[in-house]
């Protein structure tokens, strides 16, 4: 047993204390003097773990933020290769009228790109300031990374304007011929 202080020894010697009684207080007071346990957290502790938690959940929304504006950045980036790789060659005299931000543009087209693309063959869409045609192929890969590229798709158009038509419409409609080759 290690040395006891003159007063347990002199407890011990006039029988008032047993010896395992004065081991185990001897025992408690080392744990108390070497234990490290825990201290009580204060409101200045509090706040700092709370205003720590807060900056972590803001770092993380920001950094989610910047990941998906550089995934839309990347998906645009892809969009405008394809258009420059799979762009069709536009040749002709002939205008093709179409409205994109609200206004009329002009595209000149010979009468095989009219008629591709009054059929839906090919699309239009736009690449930075300039309209380009493109192949509906392309045109559907286009759509999945960045569908405000697609200006003028006749082939998309129609299952959308006939589900938007009624039947009344349609008979009324139905008793007027329009030409094939009307240009507007």
Known sequence: MAKANPLQEQLLKAGLVKKSKVAEVAREQNKARHAKGPAAPNEIQLEAERARAEKAERDRALEAERKAQARTNELRAQARQIIEDRKVPRTGESEYRF????????????????????SGALVIVRLGERYELLPRVAAEKVRERDAGMIVLDHG???GTEQASTTSEDDAYYAQFQVPDDLIW
Not at 107 to 117: G, H, P
């Open 99 to 118: 409205t994109a931000d609200g206004a009329i543009r002009t595209l000149l087209v010979n009468d095989d790109l009219r008629k591709q693309l009054a």
């Open 156 to 158: 998309q158009e129609a």
